[in-house]
């Protein structure tokens, strides 16, 4: 059995490489297979200097990981469950600004719903 893997077929760690197009290098970090997507995201846009939510324009910010062309929905999944038996996993990181949203006291208020 090959020493990175584990007894029931899915690898213990996982080299990962995120590449952001606004970042001069991607991000790469060895993952347990069993690391939910979501706190690979989380360090990831730590790794970025990069936040969710409100934004400087007045818009609002949100990433989106890719693996291909797929876009990731679903980060309770876990890294092995993405990469089965692969040894490395790249994806890519996508910013999408929502523009003309603000949120006000835990609510997103739209220009349309402003002047009610």
């Not at 790469?28 to 297979?33: C, F, I, L, S, V």
């Amino acid at each position: 059995m090959d020493a990175m893997q584990k007894p029931e077929g899915g690898r213990a760690t996982v080299k990962v490489t995120v590449r952001y197009a606004a970042a001069k290098k991607p991000f790469t970090q060895d993952a347990a297979g069993t690391e939910p997507l979501s706190t690979l995201k989380q360090a990831v846009l730590d790794e970025f200097g990069l936040t969710e939510g409100a934004s400087v324009e007045g818009g609002v910010a949100s990433y989106k990981l890719y693996y291909g062309r797929d876009e990731l929905t679903d980060l309770t999944r876990t890294v092995g469950d993405v990469t089965g038996h692969a040894a490395a996993l790249e994806l890519k990181l996508s910013q999408v600004l929502t523009q003309g949203m603000q949120p006000v006291g835990g609510r997103i208020i739209t220009p349309t719903t402003a002047a009610r």
